[in-house]
């Protein structure tokens, strides 16, 4: 028999497991963000690619119509006497290659005379892709849903008296008119003769922040009067742009204009926000997407909505910056300082 006897193996003592676990739970405690930031990377740039999307449709749409879409357009059923008006997005669906909806909307039927939405009435229509962003909330078996919102600058008419909804008050205007309110044109052409197709925007998103659920594409709008940015109807419509509740009224939250908090104020409801950390994905004029962030500031905004801001040198402040629209004027009026008249990316970048 050996005097020597092999060694019997022995197992981690507990010290040496504890220290184990301990590298194995900080491993993971870096790994874990790092895959979900790489997780909200890929879905924000599902709402680039999306909004990239719209934003060629749009031109698209301008470039055979020589105008551009409105927040309000006509019901694409002429035969049918319907006290309603439908918005952006259905115009555009035969440039994003879903004719086949745009028909069934053209050649169907509904009953409806007052607010309500498609898919309430004899047709069926599916839920579309590029319109959903995978960062916001769910919405069940809601149909017709978008996480998109279209620039309608205020929604009002140009002034007192005035029958039109301002050219450069916003980009998508009243395509409509009825009774004593006129329908307004307006081109990418008279958005590159204002401030420039690079710094008006055209679409948003607009999905949390105190919404109760994402817009609804479908939903009808009433074809008589300006923008009601107060009605209970508004989280449902897909339009963002200087909400109030009459001419003067700036209803803007008291925290930030993107991504507000201030769930008292009425102007949340018209105002672009998302899901995504500190910002929103924004489409702009000229087609070219980019990440807005929700620290701009508020006459930032303004001119950014609007698209044709002037300057006049020999007007003493307020008043030395205006605009098209009569709200984003108390927009600029508004600032303490001086605000610079031309933008730069630096401002919103």
């Known amino acids: 028999m ?3 006897q092999p060694l019997q193996p022995r197992g981690f003592t507990l010290v040496e497991l ?10 993971m405690g870096l790994l874990l963000p790092a895959v979900q930031n790489a997780r ?6 599902t709402c680039f690619n999306n909004l990239s999307q719209l ?26 006497a319907v006290n309603a008006t439908v918005t952006w997005p259905i115009p555009l669906l035969p440039h994003l290659e879903r004719n086949d909806i745009y028909q069934t909307i053209e050649t169907g039927s509904t009953s409806s005379s007052a607010l309500t939405n498609l898919t309430g009435s004899t047709l069926s229509i599916p839920n579309i892709p590029i319109f959903q962003c995978p960062s916001a909330p769910a919405a069940g078996d809601v149909t017709g849903i978008i996480a998109y919102a279209g620039n309608a600058g205020s929604g009002l008419t140009m002034a007192t008296g005035t029958t039109t909804q301002a050219k450069g008050d ?16 307006y081109s990418v052409d008279s958005v590159s003769n204002g401030d420039g197709t690079s710094s008006t925007l055209l679409f948003s998103e607009k999905t949390s922040n105190l919404l109760s659920s994402q817009g609804i594409w479908t939903t009808l709008i009433t074809a008589s009067g300006a923008l009601d940015w107060t009605t ?38 018209g105002l672009p926000s998302s899901t995504h950390p500190s910002g929103v994905v924004v489409g702009f004029c000229d087609g070219h997407v980019q990440y807005l962030r929700d620290s701009v500031d508020s006459w930032v905004y303004a001119q950014l ?8 040198a020999s007007a003493s402040l307020p008043s030395r910056y205006y605009t098209n629209s009569r709200r984003a004027n108390f927009w600029l009026e508004d600032y303490t300082g001086t605000p610079p008249y031309l933008l730069n990316e630096d401002h919103y970048k």
């Open 2 to 4: 050996s005097r020597f």
């Open 18 to 27: 504890l220290v184990v676990i301990a590298i194995i739970s900080t491993l």
């Open 40 to 45: 909200e990377a890929s879905r924000r740039n």
């Open 55 to 80: 934003a060629k449709a749009t031109l698209a749409y301008d470039g055979s119509k020589s105008t551009l879409p409105g927040w309000k357009n006509k019901f694409p059923n002429n035969s049918i």
């Open 170 to 185: 916003g980009v998508l205007l009243d395509r409509v008119g009825t009774g004593t309110y006129s329908a307004a044109k």
């Open 232 to 269: 209970s109807l508004m989280p449902q419509v897909p339009l963002f742009g200087l909400p109030g509740a009459d001419s003067n009224d700036i209803l803007r939250p008291t925290s930030k204009t993107i991504n507000a908090t201030t769930s008292a104020a009425v102007g949340l409801l």
């Open 305 to 312: 909505v609007t698209s044709d801001t002037k300057f006049n």
